[in-house]
């Protein structure tokens, strides 16, 4: 598996940022975060929180939670992210 590439990834999502026409002070705003924060991660320099991740890409509209729920459909070949054959804890968490 190749290695993650925190500064590539920063450049994609700055990419997105300019191709809709946000700049990092409005996405901080909204994501409600600090532009400085929000500056380190797209260069690669620190990370986010998940929760502050999940913010900034609901922002640029993606909506992480749905491009998991998909992903497992397509594995598992199940729909609504239910998955037959695990205890009831396991498909509270999905």
């Given at each position: 598996?190749?290695?993650?590439?925190?500064?590539?990834?920063?450049?994609?999502?700055?990419?997105?940022?300019?191709?809709?026409?946000?700049?990092?002070?409005?996405?901080?705003?909204?994501?409600?975060?600090?532009?400085?924060?929000?500056?380190?991660?797209?260069?690669?320099?620190?990370?986010?929180?998940?929760?502050?991740?999940?913010?900034?890409?609901?922002?640029?509209?993606?909506?992480?939670?749905?491009?998991?729920?998909?992903?497992?459909?397509?594995?598992?070949?199940?729909?609504?992210?239910?998955?037959?054959g695990f205890g009831p804890d396991v498909e509270l968490v999905l």
């Open positions: 598996m190749k290695k993650f590439d925190s500064r590539a990834f920063g450049r994609k999502v700055a990419l997105l940022m300019r191709a809709l026409e946000k700049n990092q002070t409005v996405i901080a705003e909204e994501a409600n975060l600090s532009r400085v924060s929000l500056n380190r991660f797209l260069r690669g320099q620190s990370e986010l929180r998940l929760s502050d991740f999940v913010q900034v890409m609901r922002v640029l509209g993606i909506d992480v939670e749905k491009v998991l729920n998909d992903r497992l459909a397509d594995v598992t070949g199940e729909k609504n992210g239910k998955l037959r």
